[in-house]
């Protein structure tokens, strides 16, 4: 069983799941988006629509991988027991502090992820079109 750690684990196994189910529903629905564009002959700047399913599919893995929901580190929340959505509030400023620092480092991981999938399509998938 997880425990909270500022800045390091906020959520336990159960939301770690749902945490991963996200992930990869955003990057199915990535890849079935790509494949449609390529179907479509979509034009070169088309395929940078795809940043928004890959940052979604990434934050969702990220968050899944660190144990730490973006939601809950924003809101100063968190829940480690064994069901989903029961939460609990973080009372320290400091904890609430280092949790706000993970928040923004997942969400740069997550935006670098999907530039990449977005730059990657659409130098590549493109050529396709």
Wanted: proline share 2%.
């Amino acid at each position: 069983m997880a425990e909270y750690i500022p800045g390091v684990c906020n959520i336990g196994e159960e939301e770690v799941k749902g945490r991963i189910v996200s992930g990869w529903l955003g990057l199915i629905l990535t890849i079935v988006i790509a494949a449609i564009l390529v179907y479509l002959q979509a034009t070169k700047w088309t395929y940078l629509v795809l940043f928004f399913p890959a940052f979604i599919g990434a934050l969702g893995f990220l968050q899944g991988a660190f144990h730490f929901c973006v939601a809950f580190g924003t809101q100063g929340l968190f829940n480690v027991s064994q069901g989903m959505g029961h939460t609990e509030s973080v009372s320290q400023a400091e904890y609430r502090s280092k949790d706000q620092k993970k928040v923004v480092l997942i969400l740069v991981y997550s935006g670098i992820i999907a530039v990449i999938i977005a730059g990657a399509s659409l130098l590549s998938l493109s050529t396709f079109s």
